[in-house]
């Protein structure tokens, strides 16, 4: 008899505690998560720069250029400018900066490590430093139009006192001028006279340049 109350009583516990609404300190065991498992918004900046094609910069705004009788006016230099991808993640990003020489046809190197950060919503913003041992700061890049093959940022150089409108256009679109889009907002936002670094000789300059390799080295 004791063993049959015995047997009720488990089985009515049993009911009553599954029964009970689970506490808010109530573990329960499940399949471990990884960093993989966790799906995170891919930042617009980060898409911009993965990519296999070169971001050429196309023109920039400065203040006042000596060689203007008036103002607004444009500038071309001739001075062609882009930036390469080494590596990226949602993370971070290695560059390559290619930048062509006042004279002749040299081109300088420039290896730049950078760290993207959603600060700067909802476009996003970069954090460059010189890839090296000393990881001096170089400039942060905030995203402020974009299209397919046309981005427009604003940039603050170390040391510059004030941030400069840039706007990048890329791959195969730089030869045919930047997109309606892209040139509508620069010419809306960025005040100042305009500097063009583009011009229709620089991937030709680029290929035929005895240092035209573009990867991801500062040497050599």
């Known amino acids: 008899m004791m063993h049959r109350s015995g047997e009720v009583c488990y089985f009515l516990c049993a009911l009553i505690v599954a029964t ?9 065991a499940t399949q471990a998560v990884t960093t993989e498992d966790v799906v995170t918004e891919t930042l617009p900046i ?29 500038v071309e230099e001739k001075r062609c400018m882009f930036y390469k991808t080494c590596n990226i993640s949602n993370e971070d990003v290695d560059l390559l900066k290619k930048r ?46 974009n299209e397919s093959y046309c981005s427009v940022f604003l940039t603050e150089y170390w040391q510059e006192p004030r ?22 907002y620069f010419k809306e936002n960025c005040t100042g006279d305009i500097l063009v670094l583009y011009n229709s000789t620089c991937v030709t300059e680029i290929e035929t340049s005895p240092s035209s390799d573009i990867y991801c080295k500062v040497d050599g």
């Open 163 to 184: 941030p400069v409108c840039e706007l990048f256009a890329r791959g195969k679109q730089a030869p045919h001028d930047p997109t309606t889009g892209c040139n509508d």
């Open 20 to 28: 009970l609404p689970l506490s808010k300190h109530t573990v329960i």
């Open 100 to 145: 062509k020489q006042l004279r002749g046809n040299n081109w300088a190197r420039t290896l730049l490590h950078g760290t993207f950060n959603n600060s700067a919503e909802p476009l996003g913003s970069v954090d460059l430093v010189h890839k090296g041992d000393h990881k001096k700061p170089y400039a942060n890049m905030t995203l402020v139009y």
């Open 46 to 74: 980060v898409m911009v720069f993965n990519t296999t094609d070169k971001l050429w910069l196309y023109k920039q705004n400065i203040s006042k250029s000596p060689s203007c009788e008036y103002s607004p006016c444009i």
